[in-house]
């Protein structure tokens, strides 16, 4: 089952449940955020609440094409207070086509090759996935933002003058509500883009903190329940209406050298990220770049991620914003 937040034709914000009936208004829910608290409350598994819903009255079809071309579909969860949405992320977590394996294992061997990714990527491989209820080797972590960097899916990305690069970065993540107790709950997972300057990044490893301060997209829809071990589809960017690049997409823990237990523990061990009632977008990391075939995308362009079982694919085109610069004043 899939859950997708859209405005309806009115204006009114709704959520619709996906499944094999088809698309479907909930009854009386106007967020996802509103429905994980209740399903948190009442002791109740989401997609048990979400059925429960959807017999207690007249579920009213919706057309989620028309939706999205039309702009009305909004990310698949957020936060009625955008500071208290946290997009966070892990990196060298997947492994890749089995060409970029091959290499990878001959590149860990490769002492003149031991760069400090390869080491955090080796540590990942021999020490990401421990046995169940223990942690693993840390990740590599970074913030994105809060709330205000989520760009809608089907709207672009606001690049800023400054950066050297927008470039994709396709992935799964995963979307948390806190509970009051401080206990984070898994909501669902959904398709992302978290849209990067890998050019400032590849200028020297310690400015990957400011390459992810970016906007970025997930959804439109929101897999409730259990990932798949193997997760394919495809990446691809369109210039002037054509197709300017496209590869496979590959993720899931059976092709990733960390387990996603082992990267939710190593984010929400911090005491930071329990804080009751804040949403977290998590983004689990990416096989698939376009930068690594040396694509430099341009304003205009249009990026899409599209897995079969996620539903719709994720749409985000890129657009050039200004950037002032900004002067602090004394007081």
Sequence with gaps: MRLTQIRTAAGERRVAASDAKGSRLLPGIATT????????????????????????????????EKAYAEGR?????????????????????????????????KDMADPAKQTDSMKMFKLGVEGGKPQAGQPGVAPEWFYKGDGSVVVAPGAPFPSPEFALDGGDEGEIVGCYVVASDGTPWRVGFALGN??????????????????????CSFG???LIGSLADHVEGRASIQRDGKTLWEKQFLSGEA????????????????PLFRRPGDVHVHYYGAATLSCLDGIRPQTGDVFELAVPSFGLPLRNGMSTVPAPYIAVREL
């Design 33 to 64: 955020y509103m429905l994980a608290r209740a399903s948190i409350l009442m002791g109740l598994r989401l997609q048990g609440l979400v059925e429960t819903r959807l017999e207690s009255g007249p579920a009213e079809p919706v057309d989620l």
């Design 73 to 105: 579909i909004l990310a698949p969860i957020d936060h009625p207070d955008p500071a208290h949405l946290l997009v966070t992320g892990t990196g060298l977590t997947h492994l890749g086509s089995a060409e970029s394996r091959d290499k990878m294992h």
């Design 194 to 215: 978290e849209f990067s300057d890998h050019v400032m990044e590849r200028q020297n490893y310690l400015y990957l903190a400011h390459s992810k301060l970016r906007a």
């Design 220 to 222: 439109p829809e929101l």
């Design 255 to 270: 092709n990733m050298c960390h387990t996603i237990a082992n990267l939710e523990i190593h984010h929400f061990k911090y």
